[in-house]
């Protein structure tokens, strides 16, 4: 019974229990950026649940304008990392392993309430997609100073007893606005006409995460084609622009790829059946997460649009995930509605299982 599944991972400073990892998933519970005892026993409910590592939502580094939500959390300040303290001591306490899922999301739309920080957004560019400006462009000397927050961020996530750190590079975000030539028009050493040139951002981050939190300890980067300016949008449209793309991460000392999909099936190029994750670890030798619709019958942007996702099959999932493609599986929607998933999948209690609708995140249960 997805047996496999529920062998130990282990990476550095990753001991795992299984393969079952908690995508990271904004909840905007936090006021003011501070996650409170609610936050922390929604947590703590999903490592009771026996998920093995616990993805934090993201939470924003220590920059005027990392976020465009006030309950998003902060990972700086004293009260903040009081909060998260408290998170990952239940996590622990629960047999959990957690990783906070750091972020900056760059120039982005307004958040749907309207809120803005006090100072314009920023980004690579002053663009969010072509033609739909936000906000302006970072001077190298603000990038200095967001790669060093990044570095402070990730280095109180080990002094507070995580884990791992996540980086949050996908999905339209402050990384992807430099990975993605239609927001990324720098001269200088951030920008260029090459993949490859336009990790430099993201490489820097990693180089100096990583001198913060020393060799041992384990580092995510979260990777997305898809951007929520574009959701069809490849980066990579051929293994060799991925290759050009991840090899630099990987060499500036990312130890796991998180491979976000809206769907894990879908392949990522003509004429194999690897998906995303599959041919990250192929191209960098890596271990990787893959994640996107595993054991719901509907993709998360259609749910955000009101479709219900019911629990699916995890045959085909299962099938890539014994040939090896990934190591690891990220489970996002369905531990909002179960937090329990984990164990009535060990336990072959399928049947118990709950779907998703987005009136479920209404509550923080
Ligand atoms: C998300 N997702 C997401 N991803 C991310 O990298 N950081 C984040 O903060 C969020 N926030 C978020 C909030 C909510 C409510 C949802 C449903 C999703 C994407 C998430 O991690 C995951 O990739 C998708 O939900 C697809 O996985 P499932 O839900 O199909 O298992």
Redesign the pocket.
């Known amino acids: 019974m997805n047996n496999s599944l529920f062998q130990p991972f282990q990476l550095k400073s990753l001991n795992l229990r299984n393969r079952i990892v908690m995508?990271?998933?904004?909840?905007s519970f936090s006021p003011d950026g501070l996650p409170g005892e609610n936050v922390a026993d929604y947590y703590e409910r999903r490592a009771s649940g026996e998920v093995g590592l616990i993805?934090s939502?993201?939470t924003v580094i220590d920059r005027p304008s990392s976020s465009n939500d006030p309950n998003?959390p902060h990972f700086y300040g004293d009260a903040a990392l009081a909060g998260w303290q408290n998170v990952v001591n239940k996590v622990h306490s629960a047999g959990g392993q957690m990783g906070p899922?750091i972020?900056h999301m760059g120039i982005i739309h307004n958040h749907e309430s309207g809120w803005t920080p006090a100072v314009p957004f920023e980004g690579a560019s002053e663009f969010h997609a072509p033609g739909i400006a936000n906000g302006h462009a970072m001077s190298d000397s603000a990038v200095a100073d967001v790669i060093a927050a990044f570095g402070k961020a990730a280095s109180d996530a080990k002094r507070l007893g995580f884990d791992c750190v996540?980086l949050?590079g996908?999905?339209g975000y402050l990384f992807d606005q430099f990975f993605w030539d239609s927001t990324n028009s720098r001269s200088g050493i951030y920008g260029g006409k090459t993949i490859t040139e336009r990790t430099r951002f993201a490489v820097d981050v990693i180089r100096e995460v990583r001198r913060q939190v020393g060799d041992d300890f384990a580092m995510i980067i979260?990777l997305?084609q898809w951007k929520l300016a574009a959701y069809d949008h490849k980066l990579a449209t051929t293994p060799q622009e991925l290759e050009e793309w991840v090899t630099p991460l990987a060499d500036a000392g990312i130890d796991i790829f998180?491979c976000?999909?809206?769907?894990?099936w879908e392949n990522e190029f003509e004429g194999s059946d690897l998906n995303f994750a599959g041919w990250t670890k192929k191209v960098t030798g890596k271990p990787t997460i893959t994640?996107?619709?595993?054991?719901?019958s509907g993709?998360?942007m259609a749910?955000?649009g009101g479709e219900t996702?019911d629990p699916s099959s995890l045959d085909e999932l299962m099938r890539r995930f014994d040939r090896g493609d990934f190591d690891l599986v990220?489970?996002?929607?369905?531990?909002?509605a179960n937090p329990e998933w984990a164990r009535l999948i060990k336990e072959g209690r399928e049947d118990e299982i709950k779907g998703?609708s987005?009136e479920l995140?209404t509550e923080l249960v």
């Open positions: 995508a990271p998933m904004t909840r993805l939502e993201g998003v899922q972020w996540e949050h996908a999905h979260r997305s998180h976000s999909q809206r769907r894990f994640v996107g619709s595993v054991g719901l993709e998360f749910s955000f996702s990220g489970i996002g929607r369905p531990l909002i998703f987005r995140l």
